[in-house]
Nanobody, 111 residues
């Protein structure tokens, strides 16, 4: 199993980013997939989850601003992040149950 994230960057408050996670080594369409994030000095937290049937759930802190999606043909998970805030600054991780993590991609929101 391999999960590789892309798309992290430095962005100004109010800006947008799209993160991608390319998966390999397993049948992507058969698994729920999630994005987590970890800010400095804080515990890792769930940001969003997309079920294998396409149903989604979000942390309250990102509802209405972030959208999780998947392309099963491309084995890729996405996180569209709009209206970014400084408190969204964190390393963002792709996750597949049970206990498979990507290496993370840094998102920094700052002026």
């Amino acid at each position: 199993v391999q999960l590789v994230e892309f798309g992290g960057d430095l962005v100004q408050p109010g800006g947008s980013l799209r993160l991608s996670c390319v998966a390999s080594g397993f049948t992507f369409r058969n698994y729920d997939m999630s994005w987590y994030r970890q800010a400095p000095g804080k515990e890792r937290e769930l940001v969003a989850i997309i079920r294998l049937n396409g149903a989604t759930n979000y942390a309250d802190s990102v509802k209405g601003r972030f959208t999780i999606s998947r392309d099963n043909a491309k084995n890729t998970l996405y996180l569209q992040m709009n209206s970014l805030k400084p408190e969204d600054t964190a390393v963002y991780y792709c996750y597949r149950p049970i206990d498979y993590w990507g290496q993370g991609t840094q998102v920094t929101v700052s002026s």
